[in-house]
């Protein structure tokens, strides 16, 4: 038993040889399959780790280039050169350095004309300035609404004339009075705006602004956007929140393209109410949106004020409001018509006063 199992035993040993180089053969193929897949493992991560420093590269780019969008919404100097400023000279900077945020506005102090004037000398005949030491990336017409309201307008220009020039804007103010006393018709007078400043200067951007409004932060900066803006997003009035999402009213700025592409703003809303969420369905119509400041930047009072006379709610409104996109290529700055009464170039601004019709 003791010999065979001797036998047995060389038996086996002479066949566990190839056994162990077998095992070590395997574990050496194993050894080598997991080397090469902890190689291919780290060539996948760092793959896909370069391509993910491509794309935060092309994002900042995209970013870059989106800033520069909104700082120049024609995508060309181009149109807002060529002001008679040197051309060796610098171009402002895309922030103004001048700007002081916060603004105290306080209608209880009261302001003169002659005050503004004096505190404001820079600023020339027809309410004119453009910055002394770089060239203004933009040109800018402000137009406002106006008739029979003088107290309002002495604020507005006491106020808006240290912040416009602190915002490094070649800028100029257009008043547009509605002669007579037929019902008034805000909308049609700011395209009468429009016209009526583009014979002046080669404008490429247009703000339009009730006479009573008046902005808090001077960061709320009075100029034009990738996208039409609405500035006045946060007012006293309606507890510094916007009213309603389409809200457009108050004060809005548009470049000439944006503004040419919705045939500008319809002429055949008398009376308060509606044409501004008109001037919104024109603006969706053409698939643009609504760009923005911050609540706290877009902050802004209004003067407290009774509803004026002949400026009662236009009845015809909302159904007015309900067809835009039908009248909107028939209803606007191609087919205005006015009669130019007056053109006052006076020392804080330019006074139009102008024959709008009736109902
Ligand atoms: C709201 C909107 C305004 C406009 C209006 C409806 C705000 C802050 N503003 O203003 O943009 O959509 O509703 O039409 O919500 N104006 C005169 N003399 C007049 C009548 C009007 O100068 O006799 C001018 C003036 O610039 C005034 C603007 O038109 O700020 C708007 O009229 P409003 O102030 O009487 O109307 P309001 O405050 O409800
Ligand atoms: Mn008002």
Redesign the pocket.
Known sequence: MASSGSASGSASASSAAPQSTRNFNFLHRLCKLVVVLCFLHISVTLLYYVRSLDIRSAFVRNQQQRNRDDGDPTGSEALYNGTGTPKSWKNCPQTSPLLVGPLRVDFNIPVSLELTAEQNPQVRPGGRYKPANCRALQKVALI??????EP?LKFWLYYLHPILQRQQLDYGIYVIN?EGDET?N?AKLLNVGYAEALKDYDYGCFVF?????IPMDDRNVYKCFSQPRHL?VS?D??GFRLPYNQYF??VSSMSKEQYLKINGFPNN?WG?????DDIFNRLASKGMSISRPSGEVGKCR?IR?E?????DPNPQRFNRIAHTRETMNRDGIRSLSYKLVSKETLALYTKITVDIGKP
Request: charge should be positive; glycine fraction near 12%; hydrophobic fraction near 25%.
């Open positions: 406002i609404p106006f008739r029979k309201r309002h509605q008034f805000r602004s009730d006479v009573d409004l006045s007012m009035k309606f009213g108050g809303y308060w109410g509606g044409e501004d209004m004020h509803r004026d006379e002949r400026n």
